[in-house]
């Protein structure tokens, strides 16, 4: 499983690869029954990397396991589904983490503001 400090290699602005600097993670990974995959653990993340150009991304992905892994987690293979609140768990871990510049987070706030 891929830890902080890690090497990946999705290709992105030329640059395939990437270190990993963080990641925000649920604090228990979505459980449910599937007719077809049996029992599901669904657990994404938000994962900040940097390149040696010191370009640093967001890269949205999850891992799964379901009865049919043998309860083994998978990378998933695609950008994840998320609730609303799934996802703002995610942000808030990813906040509380300092993935995002201040800049950011005052534009963010500003969006946020009511009127």
Request: glycine letters at 6%; aromatic letters at 14%.
């Amino acid at each position: 499983m891929a830890k902080v400090g890690s090497k990946v290699h999705p290709w992105y602005k030329g640059t395939h690869e990437w270190e990993i600097k963080d990641i925000a993670r649920l604090n228990q990974p979505v459980k449910y029954r599937d007719s077809q995959q049996g029992d599901v653990s669904y657990d994404p993340r938000i994962i900040k990397l940097q390149n040696a150009t010191n370009c640093q991304v967001l890269w949205f992905t999850y891992w799964l396991a379901t009865d049919k892994t043998k309860g083994l987690l998978k990378w998933g293979q695609g950008s994840p589904m998320l609730e609303e609140f799934t996802f703002l768990e995610l942000m808030k871990q990813a906040i509380r983490s300092g993935f995002f510049s201040q800049d950011f987070l005052k534009s963010l706030a500003n969006e946020l503001r009511p009127g």
